[in-house]
């Protein structure tokens, strides 16, 4: 019996956890263009609304602070206005409703930072186009304080700096398109707490950090198209994520029950997705092509051999004892066209609570309140050992097509088609109890992540332990790796 077989024979035979499964599937979004096409809503002004003119600049701020909670604002066609100085803004109250007749555009004229800002709940923004502002780094245009359950529907948010969005709680993003923004298409952050419940689907999301914030600021993590900062349950699914200048989808620091399914994920600078010290995930019935190829290309010719993927795992994995739907990463289904690599699941040995080598400054997984307590000597022992570590365990990878041509991928250097699972050499800091090949050893082969069923297309290589092992498809299916059982190979038959 292979170590595969053996793993699911345990998991059928035990109860020990009772962990829910993915949510149930919902009517499919199919994936395609959404800016330019959006459909004419909103033509006259519905009973009741209170119709903004504009012609005259700041007429929406004004009668936004006149009228009471619940109105309906209603924007003609032409170019709204607001007050000409960097604070002009809208304040909405809860329950406001802003309906854009078809033209309708609120422009900051490069000079506002932030269109609807603080913290109403319930606004809703329908049918809007919003652009030219200049929001700081890391703030964002549309709900610029986070409040809570926002809806924003079938609207354009375009060539602002910063982020077009930032998210709160219980947000619904809808049928928009958000493109070409400095930073981020949207930032799902908020410094006082973390945010729930996101919806985010059937909306076109391209062109983000026209800025080129990573070159700007080297190190910072702060570009691509969606970047998601402690959110607990996001579903991300049937969007057209595309041509960002950085990852597509950013989900980084102690995220947790993500489903992302049934989008088109393509020609991304960077990867389609990067999982980053997070929690639970299922990915499924997405379709990827090209992305990485720039972010690859780049790093391959500065003589880097590491594995750069078109999905990227960074110390993230399932957890039982995190509530979420699912308790695996958990990837399937998917289709994976001439990106630079495929998957690396990859743990950094030298990245835990209270490490210096934690970019993700002040943070510590969830499983440990104190981060205090992630130090020497009370790290060797257990329960902290283990439980000051965001671990890639629990990684399941199957039923994927895997298709790879260097030739289309722009691929000349024989650092691409590659689908890893790996560490480094732990070092530092010197009280670490991860030092030399502890977690190498954990990840590839006692933390429970699994290749198996997948199907490959092209020259596909496999990297296992650390980035100098590389292995052909035979050598990964066989001992000590025991990968991918009832994998083929182009076209040939699984060997099971």
């Given at each position: 019996?292979?170590?595969?077989?053996?793993i699911?024979?345990?998991?059928l035979?035990a109860?020990?956890?009772?962990?829910p499964?993915?949510?149930a599937a919902?009517?499919?979004?199919?994936?395609?263009?959404?800016?330019?096409?959006?459909?004419?809503?909103?033509?006259?002004?519905?009973?009741?609304?209170?119709?903004?003119?504009?012609?005259?600049?700041?007429?929406?701020?004004?009668?936004?602070?006149?009228?009471?909670?619940?109105?309906?604002?209603?924007?003609p066609?032409?170019?709204?206005?607001?007050?000409?100085?960097?604070?002009?803004?809208?304040i909405?109250?809860?329950?406001?409703?802003?309906?854009?007749?078809?033209?309708?555009?609120?422009?900051?004229?490069g000079?506002?930072?932030?269109?609807?800002?603080?913290?109403?709940?319930?606004?809703?923004?329908?049918?809007?186009?919003?652009?030219?502002?200049?929001?700081?780094?890391?703030?964002?245009?549309?709900?610029?304080?986070?409040?809570?359950?926002?809806?924003?529907?079938?609207?354009?948010?375009?060539?602002?700096?910063?982020?077009?969005?930032?998210?709160?709680?219980?947000?619904?993003?809808?049928?928009?398109c958000?493109?070409?923004?400095g930073?981020?298409?949207?930032?799902?952050?908020?410094?006082d707490?973390?945010?729930?419940?996101?919806?985010?689907?059937?909306?076109?999301?391209?062109?983000?950090?026209?800025?080129?914030?990573?070159?700007?600021?080297?190190?910072?993590?702060?570009s691509?198209?969606?970047?998601f900062?402690?959110?607990?349950?996001?579903?991300?699914?049937g969007n057209?994520i595309?041509?960002n200048?950085?990852?597509?989808?950013?989900?980084?620091?102690?995220?947790?029950?993500?489903?992302?399914?049934?989008?088109?994920i393509e020609?991304?600078?960077?990867e389609?997705?990067?999982?980053?010290?997070?929690?639970?995930?299922?990915f499924?019935?997405?379709?990827?092509?090209?992305?990485?190829l720039?972010a690859?290309?780049?790093?391959?010719?500065r003589?880097?051999?590491?594995?750069?993927?078109?999905v990227?795992?960074?110390?993230?994995?399932?957890?039982?004892?995190?509530?979420?739907?699912?308790?695996?990463?958990?990837?399937?289904d998917n289709t994976?066209?001439?990106?630079?690599?495929?998957?690396t699941?990859?743990?950094?040995?030298?990245?835990?609570?209270?490490?210096?080598?934690?970019?993700?400054?002040?943070?510590?997984?969830?499983?440990?309140?104190?981060?205090?307590?992630?130090?020497?000597?009370?790290?060797?022992?257990?329960?902290?050992?283990?439980?000051?570590?965001?671990?890639?365990?629990?990684?399941?990878?199957?039923?994927?097509?895997?298709?790879?041509?260097?030739?289309?991928?722009?691929c000349?250097?024989g650092?691409?088609?590659?689908m890893?699972?790996?560490?480094?050499?732990?070092?530092?800091?010197?009280?670490?109890?991860?030092?030399?090949?502890?977690?190498?050893?954990?990840i590839?082969?006692?933390?429970?992540?699994?290749?198996?069923?997948n199907?490959?297309?092209g020259?596909?290589?496999?990297?296992?332990?650390?980035?100098?092992?590389?292995?052909?498809?035979?050598q990964?299916?066989?001992?000590?790796?025991?990968?991918d059982?009832?994998?083929?190979?182009?076209?040939v038959?699984?060997?099971?």
């Amino acid at each position: 019996m292979s170590r595969m077989n053996s793993i699911l024979a345990i998991v059928l035979l035990a109860t020990v956890v009772v962990v829910p499964g993915p949510a149930a599937a919902v009517d499919t979004v199919t994936p395609g263009p959404v800016c330019d096409h959006q459909p004419a809503l909103n033509v006259t002004a519905p009973a009741g609304a209170v119709s903004v003119d504009a012609a005259v600049p700041g007429d929406l701020y004004h009668k936004s602070q006149e009228s009471p909670p619940g109105t309906t604002f209603w924007l003609p066609p032409g170019k709204h206005t607001l007050a000409a100085d960097p604070f002009g803004q809208v304040i909405p109250k809860d329950g406001d409703v802003y309906l854009g007749a078809p033209g309708a555009v609120l422009d900051g004229q490069g000079i506002n930072r932030a269109a609807f800002t603080q913290q109403a709940k319930d606004v809703v923004i329908r049918g809007l186009t919003i652009q030219n502002f200049v929001a700081p780094q890391d703030q964002g245009v549309v709900n610029h304080d986070s409040g809570a359950h926002w809806i924003i529907e079938n609207t354009t948010v375009q060539n602002n700096s910063g982020a077009g969005l930032m998210a709160g709680a219980r947000q619904e993003v809808r049928h928009s398109c958000l493109r070409n923004n400095g930073q981020y298409g949207m930032n799902a952050y908020r410094s006082d707490s973390g945010i729930t419940a996101l919806i985010i689907e059937g909306n076109e999301i391209s062109g983000n950090n026209t800025d080129d914030w990573e070159t700007r600021s080297p190190g910072c993590g702060c570009s691509g198209g969606i970047k998601f900062w402690v959110v607990d349950k996001a579903d991300v699914r049937g969007n057209w994520i595309h041509h960002n200048h950085g990852a597509g989808l950013w989900a980084d620091t102690d995220n947790n029950d993500f489903l992302v399914e049934n989008n088109l994920i393509e020609d991304n600078d960077a990867e389609a997705l990067f999982y980053e010290i997070s929690y639970n995930l299922v990915f499924r019935d997405n379709v990827l092509r090209r992305n990485s190829l720039v972010a690859g290309k780049r790093r391959s010719d500065r003589g880097d051999n590491f594995p750069v993927a078109s999905v990227y795992l960074s110390e993230s994995g399932g957890e039982p004892r995190v509530p979420a739907r699912t308790h695996l990463i958990d990837i399937y289904d998917n289709t994976f066209e001439d990106n630079w690599s495929g998957i690396t699941a990859w743990e950094n040995a030298d990245r835990f609570c209270n490490s210096p080598a934690n970019t993700s400054i002040n943070t510590c997984t969830k499983l440990v309140t104190d981060r205090t307590q992630c130090s020497a000597p009370g790290i060797e022992d257990e329960p902290l050992y283990d439980d000051c570590r965001w671990k890639t365990q629990l990684v399941e990878v199957h039923d994927n097509t895997f298709r790879f041509d260097p030739v289309r991928a722009g691929c000349t250097n024989g650092m691409c088609g590659k689908m890893a699972l790996l560490s480094n050499y732990g070092t530092y800091p010197s009280w670490s109890p991860y030092k030399g090949t502890v977690v190498q050893d954990a990840i590839t082969h006692d933390q429970d992540n699994y290749w198996f069923s997948n199907s490959y297309y092209g020259p596909w290589m496999f990297v296992a332990g650390d980035t100098s092992r590389i292995l052909t498809a035979d050598q990964w299916q066989s001992t000590p790796w025991d990968q991918d059982n009832c994998a083929s190979f182009d076209d040939v038959m699984p060997r099971c």
